[in-house]
């Protein structure tokens, strides 16, 4: 008979063997999402014996994670800046990155009206909005599917009235002016696509896919961004985009531009003011 955790260490090399990052880790959520427990409590049950009934719908999730997709698609849900939200293939998988980004934006203070481009499944828009009770927060993207995802997970947090979704490209249909515009859009160029990792590959190519040289959707927002913006702005951006978008922004004649390193000290993020 197995148990939770003879099937922790089978799956863990299985895992290895197929080249899944952080082995361990993931079969660890698996199974506590297939028994409806907390991941840490599983380690209060490695005696349990599991039967066909919890082993049958693992072991088709085990080998999903196995052919490469990502686990919060299996899980259907991804944590982000310690709040649930719901993840499926209508919207990137927010990233580790980007919750550094929002936190940086939140240590800067407050901002009456916010602006988030690109919300996809509505990450930075919710966070800012649940930490930022007098904001008024409204958030575009160009996908339909991105955008009923966002709005679930707003349903989700409790925010639906406080955060208002809006199908535009780029700033299109945007009217107002905000005192932060935040976003973090498509850089990647197109050819480097094909090289990502396998997991990547499962988010829509329309959330990663920045052009050729993956600038061309920041050198068609940058100044659509400066008609609007009375205030702060922030950028998450390629690592390899400082120079190119600092001299981008100059020209635009936003100021104080500022690049901030994420924690493995790359510079993926970049701060300025207009106005
Ligand atoms: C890198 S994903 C980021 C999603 C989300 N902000 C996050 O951080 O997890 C970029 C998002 O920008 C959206 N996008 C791409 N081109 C766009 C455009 N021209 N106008 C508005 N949104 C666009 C994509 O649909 C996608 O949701």
């Known amino acids: 008979m197995q148990n939770v955790l003879s099937v922790i260490q089978a799956s863990t090399l299985y895992f290895q063997k197929n080249g899944v ?3 361990r880790l993931n079969i ?3 199974l ?5 427990k907390k991941r840490m409590e599983l380690y209060l049950e490695f005696d349990r014996p599991l039967g066909d009934a919890e082993l049958e719908p693992l072991r088709a999730l085990v080998r999903r994670r196995a052919g490469g997709e990502p686990l919060q698609h299996l899980l259907g849900t991804a944590e982000f800046h310690g709040r649930i939200f719901t993840c499926d293939k209508r919207a990137l998988i927010p990233r580790p990155e980007t919750e550094q980004f ?11 009206r916010v602006l988030d481009v690109g919300t996809g499944s509505g990450v930075i828009a919710l966070t800012l909005a649940a930490a930022w009770p007098e904001a008024r927060v409204e958030a575009v993207d160009v996908s339909a599917d991105a955008l009923a995802l966002a709005r ?13 979704f809006a199908q535009s490209d780029l700033l299109e249909s945007v009217t107002g002016e905000f005192d932060l515009i ?3 859009l498509p850089y990647i160029a197109t050819a480097e696509i094909a090289q990502l990792a396998r997991e990547v590959r499962h988010d829509p190519l329309p959330a990663l896919d920045g052009g050729p040289r993956g600038l061309e959707i920041f050198e068609r927002f940058i100044p659509q961004a400066a008609r609007h913006l009375r205030g ?27 690049p901030q ?13 207009y106005g």
């Open 182 to 184: 935040v976003a973090n």
């Open 32 to 36: 506590a999402h297939v028994l409806g």
């Open 232 to 258: 702060r702005f922030a950028l998450e951006i390629g690592h390899d985009q400082t120079a190119a978008l600092t001299e981008l922004l100059g020209a635009h004649n936003f100021q104080d531009i500022l």
């Open 21 to 23: 990052e952080s082995p």
């Open 28 to 30: 660890e959520h698996l």
């Open 152 to 164: 679930e997970n707003a349903a989700r947090l409790g925010l639906t009235e406080r955060v208002l």
């Open 261 to 273: 390193t994420d924690y493995q000290g790359r510079n993926r993020f970049l701060f300025a003011n």
């Open 102 to 112: 929002c936190e940086i934006v939140l240590a800067r203070g407050p901002a009456a």
